[in-house]
């Protein structure tokens, strides 16, 4: 397992050059994204949030140009300047995002503009190509289009490293076969319940690109059992059964879900970080509680009993 204190929390990412920490802030729910994550988090705590994060054995933030219109950004960026420069060793990671169904290669570059402007950085480490799966593989993947012109702004030293962001499996490997980006991140399909991602991960392993895991607690589920919702869609019949099993060998090991859930990701030596979605600073200091406590192998052991079957993932046959 990795813990804070443990030599293998710094870690590089993959060849990019950047370094992130084991566990990295989601920066979704710190923009207030309540139809998401049924939570409104105003301004204050965010930043607050976010002040915790420098200050902890967190060294990654990942947002997004269109996380809650850019207020994500904008509240990371605000937090950014409240402290006089984001502190050495932190790295805030983005993506470009369409705006009203326009994802052409002048919408990426105003896309990074907006983000440099809102976080109040010169530089990005590394710049996402977010849910790319929402428009035509053709028109995405054309010559001067959203994946050439990250290329032309990695190559130009505008960006530093590019990745792909998204969810559904066989698209994102339609993608990563284009053997132009630096890393790769997945969302709810490499959990406790859900394995979806595997093909990605062989892909991206036989590519040397790493592998973020983000949403390891299914977006809900997973976090807290009462909520029957995974990947922000009611869970269905097969997680349900094994959530309700989980649980069960959770409470005989002494834990919770939860803590098994991220703990789950954290050891795992395939990804190069774990992305959890937080919206105030009580909930950082929670999760890195968790990811302090010291877990057997068994219990994992036990867990895997209970992964539902591939006609359960959100992607079974990729």
């Excluded at 002040?51 to 269109?66: K, L, M, Q, W």
């Excluded at 790769?184 to 062989?202: E, F, I, M, Q």
């Excluded at 990947?231 to 349900?240: D, F, L, T």
């Excluded at 909930?283 to 990811?291: E, F, I, K, P």
Aim: proline share 7%.
């Amino acid at each position: 397992m990795t813990r804070p204190a443990d030599a293998t929390w710094l870690r590089p990412l993959g060849s990019t050059g950047i370094t992130v920490s084991a566990l990295t802030l989601g920066g979704g729910p710190l923009g207030s994204m309540p139809a998401l994550f049924g939570d409104t988090v105003p301004t204050e705590r965010a930043i607050d949030l976010v002040h915790r994060a420098f200050e902890s054995p967190v060294r990654t933030i990942d947002t997004s140009n269109g996380y809650s219109d850019g207020e994500s950004e904008r509240r990371i960026g605000a937090a950014i300047a409240a402290a006089g420069g984001l502190p050495d060793g932190v790295n805030i990671i983005t993506k470009v995002d369409p705006r009203d169904g326009d994802f052409s290669g002048d919408r990426v570059r105003e896309s990074v503009r907006e983000s440099k402007e809102r976080l109040g950085l010169d530089h990005l480490p590394l710049v996402h190509l977010h849910d790319p799966e929402n428009f035509a593989f053709e028109q995405i993947s054309a010559p001067g289009g959203a994946v050439d012109t990250l290329v032309e702004l990695r190559e130009a030293g505008e960006i530093g490293a590019i990745g792909l962001a998204g969810g559904p499996i066989p698209e994102m490997r339609r993608y990563l076969a284009l053997e132009v980006f630096d890393a790769v991140l997945v969302h709810n399909r490499w959990t406790l319940v859900d394995r979806s991602a595997g093909p990605l991960r062989a892909d991206a392993e036989a590519l040397g690109i790493p592998l973020i895991n983000a949403a390891v607690h299914g977006s809900g589920i997973l976090a807290d059992p009462t909520i029957d919702r995974y990947a922000y869609r009611p869970a269905n019949e097969g997680v349900r059964r094994a959530v309700d099993a989980m649980v069960e060998v959770c409470a005989a090991f002494d834990t919770t879900l939860a803590v098994a859930a991220l703990q789950f990701s954290l050891r795992d030596p395939g990804i190069a970080t774990s992305i959890v979605g937080m919206s105030s600073p009580e909930r950082l200091d929670q999760t890195l509680r968790a990811a302090e406590q010291s877990l057997p192998d068994e219990l994992f052991t036990e867990l895997e009993r209970h992964v539902p079957e591939p006609q359960w993932w959100l992607e079974p046959t990729s």
